[in-house]
């Protein structure tokens, strides 16, 4: 099949039957505070959810500010992260973008995204997570590799930069959908619509589908 946008009115019901089927879907890394959150993100680039909720209870009864994180080292936080991949280069983004957090802002994650962009490895994504999870400010669509992928399987975005993906999915996906939106798709990425094959036969979407990349399904 070639690759085809949803347009229209496909596009609002294929939203509206995700909305519906998983309106339970939400953040998956575990944090109590906004730094809590900025950490939890910066461990989870190409790292499962589940390794990363495993290391962070032990690392956030140590490290509770963001002073905290600035004055350790890198080899004191590997002590704790060790288990995700790429430890070492996140320990040391971790300790740069909280000295940065410490010198610019006093120590608070800000909730701008102007703000959360210029802080070193924080990028559009990372900053939408936190302004939605950490402070209720719905400002865009955090596009995660999840949201990448679903986006052009179901026709939403044939776009492959992040920032474009995002500029669609706001024009199509309803304002009171965008906060929770990256949660949904990954919900039904990882319980259907499967990287290497996808459970077409079971999906919600398999009417209007273009199922765009799709080579295999069950
Ligand atoms: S499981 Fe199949 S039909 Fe459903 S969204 Fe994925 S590719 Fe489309």
Not at 46 to 53: I, L
Not at 63 to 73: G, M, V
Not at 88 to 112: D, R
Request: glycine share 6%; aromatic share 8%.
């Amino acid at each position: 099949m070639g690759v085809i946008l949803l347009e229209g009115g496909d596009a609002k019901s294929a939203i509206d039957a995700l909305e519906k089927e998983y309106k339970s879907a939400k953040y998956y890394l575990n944090f109590s505070t906004p730094i809590d959150l900025l950490v939890a993100a910066i461990i989870s680039a190409q790292t499962r959810d589940e390794t990363v909720n495993s290391v962070t209870p032990e690392l956030f009864k140590k490290f509770k500010t963001a002073k905290d994180y600035a004055n350790s080292n890198a080899n004191e936080l590997v002590k704790y992260i060790g288990k995700v991949s790429f430890a070492g280069n996140k320990a040391k983004n971790i300790i740069a973008t909280c000295k940065a957090i410490e010198e610019k802002y006093g120590g608070k994650v800000p909730n701008k995204m102007d703000e959360l962009t210029e802080l070193p490895g924080i990028g559009r994504k990372t900053a939408n997570t936190i302004l939605i999870n950490a402070y209720g400010i719905v400002n865009g669509i955090p596009v995660d590799t999840w949201v990448i992928k679903l986006s052009y399987r179901i026709g939403l975005s044939l776009n492959k930069d992040p920032d474009k993906i995002e500029q669609d999915l706001m024009r199509i996906v309803d304002k009171k959908h965008w906060k929770n939106f990256a949660y949904v798709l990954k919900t039904h990425g990882k319980k259907i619509c499967q990287s290497q094959i996808p459970i077409c036969s079971k999906c919600i979407l398999n009417k209007v589908c273009p199922r765009n990349g799709v080579t295999k399904s069950l």
